[in-house]
């Protein structure tokens, strides 16, 4: 299967939203936004706090590795953040994990 393929039913983005996060429906331009990502497009996603960035991204990046297609680096200048979207990563059952100067050597192996 190529990674710029369709996903499966199993990897297909609305199936994640409500498997994985407990959401039945994508907001505003959400579903546009996964949907271009999910394919191998770049986007540049700006919107109001709340708006659901993170969507935007977590989602293609569980589609696009249930396909087969290798993992996502997400980079992020906020240590904050970092830590509270590892955090709910992980309370969904994703593996997830993040490398930041808060580290050290030995938690960075």
Not at 74 to 103: K, R, Y
Request: aromatic share 6%; net charge negative.
């Amino acid at each position: 299967m190529s990674c710029l393929a369709p996903p499966s039913t199993a990897s297909a983005p609305l199936a994640i939203l409500r498997e994985v996060f407990g959401y039945e429906h994508f907001r505003g331009q959400q579903a546009a936004i996964v949907d271009h990502v999910t394919a191998g497009g770049d986007a540049l996603v700006l919107m109001p706090t709340g708006g659901g960035k993170s969507l935007c991204y977590q989602i293609p990046a569980l589609a696009r590795q249930r396909a087969g297609c290798g993992v996502t680096l997400v980079i992020s200048p906020l240590i904050a953040l970092m830590h509270d979207q590892v955090g709910a990563l992980h309370e969904a059952g994703v593996a997830a994990a993040f490398l930041n100067s808060t580290l050290d050597w030995a938690q960075t192996e």
